[in-house]
C-alpha cells in the first residue's frame, strides 16, 4: 500500500515543482534557474510531500482529495535549500547529495547560495499564489511555514548543531536541536495537511504531536544510517557526522539505546494517531518506513 503512495506521490509533486519552477531559458537569470533545477528535481525521499497529502487525506474523511499538491512543492522546494546550504563548505561541507555532487560541486559556491535563497523565496510566493486554497489557508501555511524553517525551527536548529560541535550537548540538548532543525519542517509538513483539509485545532494538535515524533525518529534513524548505511543507498556522504566530532544519538548513548528510542517514540506515535478520526493506516505506514529505511 505505501510504496505506490510514495511513489504517486514523489511523481506529482516532481511533475508541480518543474511547472512551478519553468524553463530556465525564460528567465532573467538561467544559469541561476538551472542551478535551482538541479537542487529541488532529480530525487529525494519526498517525505514531506507524503506527510502532506497522506494528513490531508486522513482529515478529508472521504471527500474530494483537498489541494494538497502545491503546498507540498513548496515544502520540498524550501527543504531543498535548506540542503543546499547545509551541504556548502563552511557547513557541512559535503560532496554529495542525492547520489550526485552537491549544488556548490556542481555549479559553484556562489550559484550554491543564490540557489538556496531564491528556492526559499519560491516556496513562499507558491503558497501565497495558489488559487485553490482560502485565503486564511494560505495565511496558515505561511505563518507556519516562516515558524518551522527560522529560527525557532530549522535555521534555529542548525545554530545549536554547529554550536554544539564546540559544545557538545547532553541527551535533553540533542533532542531539542533535532527537534528543531530536523523535526521543526518534518512537523510543519504534517499540519500543512491538516490545513489544506481544513481541519479544526484540535486535530492540527493530535497530528502536530504525532508529527513530532516522527520528525525525532526520523533523525535518529539518519544517524544510525550515518554509521551503519550503505553510501550508495543513502546517496550522501557516510560518516560525516564522526569525520566533524558531531554529537548524534549514536555517540551519545549507543546504537542499542538509539533504537530503543526508536521503539518508544513509535509507542507515542500510534497514541496520538488513534485519537484521530478516519482512515489513519498510511500515517503509520509512513511512521514505520521512516524507521526502516535504509536510505
Do not use: N
Amino acid at each position: 500500500m505505501l510504496r505506490p503512495f510514495l511513489e504517486e506521490t514523489a511523481a506529482i509533486v516532481e511533475g508541480e515543482i518543474d511547472r512551478l519552477l519553468g524553463d530556465p531559458a525564460q528567465q532573467a537569470a538561467p544559469r541561476l534557474a538551472e542551478a535551482m533545477r538541479y537542487a529541488a528535481l532529480g530525487g529525494g525521499k519526498r517525505l514531506r510531500a507524503a506527510l502532506v497529502r497522506a494528513v490531508a487525506q486522513a482529515l478529508a474523511r472521504g471527500a474530494a482529495d483537498p489541494p494538497w499538491e502545491t503546498t507540498a512543492a513548496a515544502i520540498e522546494v524550501l527543504h531543498a535549500y535548506s540542503l543546499v546550504h547545509d551541504d556548502l563548505p563552511a557547513m557541512d561541507d559535503a560532496q554529495l547529495r542525492r547520489g550526485r555532487p552537491a549544488c556548490h560541486r556542481a555549479f559553484d559556491e556562489a550559484t550554491a547560495i543564490l540557489a538556496g535563497d531564491a528556492l526559499q523565496a519560491a516556496a513562499f510566493g507558491w503558497i501565497a499564489g495558489d488559487p485553490y486554497l482560502s485565503a486564511d489557508a494560505r495565511v496558515a501555511l505561511l505563518a507556519g511555514l516562516s515558524e518551522a524553517a527560522g529560527l525557532a525551527g530549522m535555521c534555529g536548529g542548525q545554530m545549536l548543531d554547529l554550536e554544539g560541535e564546540r559544545r557538545p550537548p547532553d541527551l535533553a540538548g540533542l533532542e531539542r536541536m533535532e527537534q528543531l532543525k530536523t523535526g521543526a519542517m518534518i512537523a510543519f509538513a504534517a499540519e500543512a495537511g491538516a490545513i489544506v483539509a481544513d481541519a479544526g485545532p484540535t486535530e492540527r494538535q493530535r497530528v502536530l504531536a504525532w508529527a513530532r515524533h516522527l520528525g525525532l525518529a526520523f533523525q535518529i534513524t539518519d544517524d544510525l544510517l550515518d554509521v551503519e548505511g550503505d553510501g550508495t543507498l543513502t546517496g550522501k556522504d557516510a560518516g560525516l557526522d564522526a569525520a566533524r566530532g558531531k554529537t548524534t544519538f549514536v555517540t551519545l548513548i549507543g546504537a542499542d539505546a538509539a533504537r530503543a528510542r526508536l521503539s518508544e517514540l513509535a509507542r507515542s506515535a500510534e497514541a496520538e494517531v488513534r485519537q484521530l478520526a478516519g482512515d489513519t493506516s498510511l500515517l503509520d505506514a509512513l511512521f514505520h518506513h521512516v524507521v526502516t529505511r535504509d536510505r
